[in-house]
């Protein structure tokens, strides 16, 4: 193995000029316009993943984006088969003003990457390439039998991976799932998550008269959609944090007092978040601690509005119509479904007159908790603690993964969140970046992953 770890320091700057190759494809799967782009970043691992030796390696064809599939088996019937999974899509760029650099024009800034999809997922999955590459070239064979499959639609709810993986579990069958998609505890720290939240999205459209309107002939006589919105939007939510959608709790998943502890151990930092994000306090549904808050906890957010006049200085104008984005962050044991159910409910209820008003559902993940025990966890605490020199933390994380659930019940093999990414790498949002030293680092914690997981039984 010491061949290896030497190979991957000494070939850094090929990773990282690579690197930058597959973050200048601007692969934003939401986009119906970069279909080609995302298609494009397809072949370009299909040609990589070849490149580096991976004997077999298909594109899949899907109503959405491609799945990009590859496979070593070559280790044999008496290894063990890691399945690693990830996504080659990335998030849309806009505020696209609030970039210090084009986002798809990677560049280097204080030994980090900047460009959208550098921590979120794209930096990742080539963690792992470049760690296969190094066992392939070094050794000539793989530890274990691998199977890859990276996708592109994991930012919009993975809509076309759920019938994939149904009806292809043979091709699929692992002893364990590997995904690095997720965070460190803080930096130098590594963790495995344990816990994903789940997601409701819907859109509401609030229609109002059939055009724009002179507020002082029609304003007082004609419900405005804008006002409306406000307040359905206002509805959702007390002023201590709580969601108020009839019955949004009633299948939430108590936290116990040992796991209470368990959390409050981990010494989380309000400080460092207070600083991170420039706010004078936290806030968050009353009675929980940050991080219970955080990835124990539903949510419910605005992600967005639009509507009426919002141009410079001011204009007297009723506006036709009204639009916001709604998300909320599920807990075991809440469904997308069912939330989805009673959130549409909740508004057609508080929706004022005068308006027609529409709840389309966007996407949605089903929350999930993954086993802390398993052959593959210890596995990979050993190979991020000898990586990191310090102690693997065990953390559950607000974000989703709508596969994993999927893999779970699907495929019944245990999965590992082994993610190196941080939580101020900007995901998201302007600026992503992820850290160059967790990108190396991260390379050697997989070939040592998979070098342990050899071993399981
Ligand atoms: N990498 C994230 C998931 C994540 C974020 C895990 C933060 C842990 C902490 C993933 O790519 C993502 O952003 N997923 C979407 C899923 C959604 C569109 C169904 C999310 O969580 O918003
Ligand atoms: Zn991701």
Known sequence: MNDVLSYL????????????????????STDPDRAADVRSCASWLEAHLLRIGMPT???YDTDGHPIVYAEDLRAGAKKPTVLFYGHYDVQPVDPIDLWS???FSPTIRDNKIYARGATDDKGQVFLHIKAIEAMLAVDGSLPVNVKMIIEGEEEIGSPNLAPFVASHTDLLS????????TSMFAPGIPSLVYGLRGLCYVQIDVQGPNRDLHSGSYGGAVQNPLNALVTILASLKDE????????????????????????????????????DVNVKELFGEQGFTTIERLGARPTLDVNGMVGGFTGEGAKTVLPARAMAKVSMRL???????????????????????????TVTDLHGADPVI???????MHAAVRALEETFNERCRFAREGGSIPVVLLFDTVLRSPTVLMGFGLNNENAHSP?????????????????RFYTYAAEMV
């Open 9 to 28: 320091d000494s070939h850094r700057e090929q990773q990282l000029t690579e690197l930058q190759e597959l973050l200048s494809i601007a692969s934003v």
């Open 57 to 59: 390696v298909r594109v």
């Open 101 to 103: 650099a084009p986002p």
């Open 174 to 181: 692992c002893n364990c799932i590997v995904v690095s998609d």
């Open 240 to 275: 201590h944090g709580h969601v108020q959608i009839e019955g949004f709790y009633d299948n939430v998943l108590p936290l116990d007092d040992e796991e209470r502890a368990s959390l409050a151990a981990l010494g989380y930092s309000d400080e460092r978040l207070l600083k």
């Open 331 to 357: 807990v075991p044991h809440q469904s997308y479904e069912d939330i989805t159910k009673k959130i549409t409910a909740h508004i057609h209820r508080v929706a004022p007159p005068g308006v027609t008003v």
């Open 370 to 376: 993954v086993p802390r025990s398993t052959p593959a």
């Open 431 to 447: 600026d992503e970046h992820f850290d160059l030293g967790n990108f190396y680092a991260g390379m050697k914690a997989a070939v």
